[in-house]
């Protein structure tokens, strides 16, 4: 030691004295969390074993990480797996989607659902482009939409600005609509060029009276946008029917109070359905009341339960007059996501898909109102063979929200609803935010679109029909819990009208 420079030996000295002073902290640490923690009973686990059951709690919260990294087989993890996730991520790149080796994917698993190719494909000069059906013929202005798959409903406040200004510049590159979900019209759903699906909540955000009633004038001025093309009314959706939504006070900045009508700095709760609805003649005379203000097409979204509502429905349709018809309906999965919902509601209320969309196709088949009222559903269709099959069991048009989060580069950490997304997509956090460029993601968005038409397009080719909205129940099958498939159409036999 007295060979060492003076200023080393002071060096060593200090850090002899941090490592002491460290130790010291470490211990008084240990010994006061162990007081804390055999002296509480509110957790059994810390007080039986104080300190280290602290890291039961730690490892929890890490799990929902660690999983999808480590842990999670490609096809095992819930809401959506690694293949999911991996596929949206490497459309909206517009790198290589193609797989190696075989598919992962266990195809004797019950509800798997398996097209059936045709020895005659379809080759290249006989694929014809989807031509665009008509929504609401009985208003001014219909709407001719060019796009089978948009972009469902996704607040903004729900969602941040960045995010909001990405989808919308996304969606106009690919001639796909853009859903505003329940939380009004902003200027960053405008300044994309894209076309417009303006919700009306339960609680009429941007369109409310202080008392949360209809404001007829303020309908009249967003629907009075040339972007506005259509109204949906949404009744309820698929992970929380019967319920409505909340956005945290963090999220209630001065211009989303503004857009939304509401107190700012103030947790906001949506009624869980329209007061003026209470009825199925309520439901049709609140459509005809917006849809004579918009002059545009109105339709309803709602997560399927019963179904006698809609067999009223139609009846009374018929005794009003054809015209007097939803324009489309919506149906949301039960699987449905969203920021926040009680997990009762998300795991055991509703119809999925699978069930609720051959179901409303039927029915309305039965009552010749199929033709009048287009089908549009979404949950989960992030991929193309779900989008695929919702058009073989009826569907018009399909609609997904998570897919596009994914595109816009959603890690599925589950934190939708504390206002700390890691990616700026659903926090109104400046410094998050700043990740997120809409210039660039507004570019994966657009990729993600288009990618996921032209492979349900390859599906449809490969079925034998030249364009994706000819696919029918004849053209998949579903696996059975012996391993066998059997098709759609035998699950689902066509309904004859009965008018």
């Known amino acids: 030691m007295d060979m060492l420079p003076p200023v080393i030996i002071t060096i060593l000295n200090l850090f002899a004295a941090l490592f002491a002073l460290a130790l010291v902290l470490a211990i008084g640490t240990l010994v006061t ?12 686990i810390r ?15 890490l799990g929902e990480f660690f999983r999808q990294y480590f842990f999670a087989m490609d096809r095992e993890e819930m809401p959506f797996n690694r293949a999911d996730r991996n596929w949206v991520d490497h459309a909206a790149e517009g790198s290589d989607n193609t797989l190696a080796f075989g598919s992962t994917k266990i195809l004797t698993e019950p509800g798997t659902a398996i097209f059936v190719n045709t020895p005659f494909a379809k080759m ?20 001719d939409p060019p796009s089978f798959f948009n972009i469902s409903g996704m607040s903004y406040g729900a969602l941040s600005r960045p995010a909001v200004q990405a989808l919308s510049k996304g969606a106009h590159l690919a001639g796909c609509w853009m859903n505003t979900g329940e939380g009004g019209l902003s200027p960053y759903h405008l300044e994309g060029g894209a076309d417009i699906v303006f919700q009306i909540g339960t609680a009429k955000y941007g369109v409310r009276t202080p008392d949360g009633d209809l ?8 629907t009075g946008y040339d972007a506005v093309k259509m109204v949906e009314v949404k009744l309820s959706q698929g992970a929380k029917p019967g319920k409505g939504g909340m956005l945290p006070a963090e999220k209630v900045t001065a211009e989303i109070a503004e857009i939304r009508g509401i107190p700012e700095n103030t947790p906001s709760y949506s009624p869980n359905r329209h007061k003026e609805i209470g009825s199925v003649p309520e439901l049709l005379e609140f459509i005809a009341r917006v849809r004579n203000i918009a002059g545009k097409p109105v339709g309803i979204k709602a997560v399927i339960g019963t179904s006698d509502w809609l067999h009223d429905m139609c009846e009374e349709i018929h005794r009003r007059g054809i015209e007097s018809a939803p324009d489309f309906i919506t149906i949301d999965s039960a ?6 919902a009680p997990m009762p509601l998300m795991d055991n209320v509703g119809l999925t898909l699978r069930e609720s969309l051959p179901m409303v196709d039927d029915i309305l088949k039965a009552h010749g109102l199929r033709e009048r009222i287009r089908l549009i559903v979404s949950g989960k269709l992030v991929v193309p063979s779900k989008v695929a099959l919702a058009l073989c069991a009826g569907a018009d048009f399909t609609v997904s929200a998570r897919g596009y989060m994914f595109a816009l580069g959603c890690i599925q950490a589950l934190k939708c609803n504390r206002n700390t997304c890691p990616t700026g997509i659903t926090t109104h956090d400046p410094a998050l935010q ?10 994966r968005v ?10 349900v397009e390859m599906i449809a080719h490969s079925c034998g029909v030249d364009d994706a909205r000819k696919l029918s129940r004849e053209h998949v099958r579903v696996v059975q819990a012996n391993g066998l498939s059997v098709p759609l159409s035998a699950l689902f036999p066509p309904t004859k009208v009965q008018v």
């Open 33 to 44: 969390l162990y007081i804390i923690d055999r002296r509480q009973h509110a957790d059994a």
């Open 215 to 222: 404001d007829e004038e303020k309908l009249r001025k967003i």
């Open 335 to 340: 699987d449905g996501g969203t920021g926040a």
């Open 47 to 61: 007080h039986n074993f104080p300190v280290v059951g602290r890291f039961r709690r730690l490892f929890m919260t």
């Open 446 to 455: 657009a990729r993600y679109c288009e990618t996921v038409r032209r492979e």
């Open 124 to 143: 290249e000069k006989e694929y014809a482009t989807p031509e665009p059906l008509r929504i609401g013929p009985y208003v001014p202005q219909p709407y």
């Open 434 to 443: 700043a990740g997120l460029d809409p210039a660039d993601k507004s570019v």
